[in-house]
């Protein structure tokens, strides 16, 4: 079936350093694909999206380009915050579209 | 706009003992419903979605069960709860045009 693979974490990074977090797919067709966001103690955000090959998404700085020539969705940041310490997931539609296969997550620790 | 409200936010409970979880969301009608459950440090496992009132679908078989009596509530249950079921609850709803989830604030269920 469908399926996400992330880089495991934690990844502990200092302060204003540059940010990538790596995201595969399992490349049937050309789903869309995401970036979501968990804070301690919350829901799951939307961060970013892409519905399309060479589509860039971004927000709050983070930015993931989709390459279907190697199927990855890979986050980056160029300065991170302290406030950006989160788990972050990657996303894709599972088989039959109706929902969203999810990766294991990667927990992002910015210490000041 | 639209919003989704999940409670109870937390909830302790022994062995044994009934659960009910609901979630509504409100701003949108007909959308896609869904329950996933997040265990400690790892990644989200779809439980149930449903396409429309009285539709739900099994994704895991286990000791839970879904229901959806109106358009916008969407309710998780057990009638005997394992040391197992322990863990991070999260409702989310999808509409029919877009292929992104929007997520509520969760509900930690500890079952002692």
């Known amino acids: 079936g469908n399926s996400v693979t992330q880089m495991e974490g934690p990844v502990t990074l200092s302060e204003e350093a540059f940010l990538t977090i790596n995201c595969t797919y399992t490349?049937?067709?050309?789903?869309?694909l995401f970036w979501y966001v968990q804070y301690p103690g919350e829901g799951l955000q939307l961060l970013l999206k892409a519905t399309k090959a060479d589509d860039k998404g971004s927000n709050k700085g983070f930015e993931a380009t989709y390459r279907k020539e190697t199927t990855s969705f890979h986050l980056e940041k160029g300065s991170v915050q302290v406030s950006d310490s989160a788990v972050y997931f990657c996303?894709?539609?599972?088989?039959?579209?109706?929902?969203?296969?999810f990766g294991s997550g990667t927990r992002l620790q910015v210490q000041p | 706009s639209q919003t989704i409200h999940q409670w109870p936010a937390t909830l302790v409970q022994p062995v044994g003992s009934p659960l009910s979880l609901e979630c509504t969301v409100e701003?949108?009608?007909?959308?896609?419903l869904y329950w996933y459950r997040q265990a400690a440090g790892r990644g989200l496992q779809l439980l149930f979605y449903s396409v429309g009132i009285g539709q739900i679908s099994s994704e895991v078989p286990q000791n839970l069960s879904a229901s959806r009596p109106q358009d916008r509530q969407f309710i998780l249950s057990s009638k005997k709860l394992l040391l197992s079921d322990s863990g991070f609850y999260l409702c989310?709803?999808?509409?029919?045009?877009?292929?992104?989830?929007?997520f509520g604030e969760g509900s930690r269920l500890t079952v002692l």
């Open positions: 701003g949108t009608s007909n959308p896609n």
């Open positions: 989310a709803w999808k509409d029919g045009r877009g292929g992104e989830l929007f």
């Open positions: 490349a049937t067709g050309y789903p869309s």
């Open positions: 996303a894709r539609p599972d088989t039959g579209r109706r929902a969203l296969t």
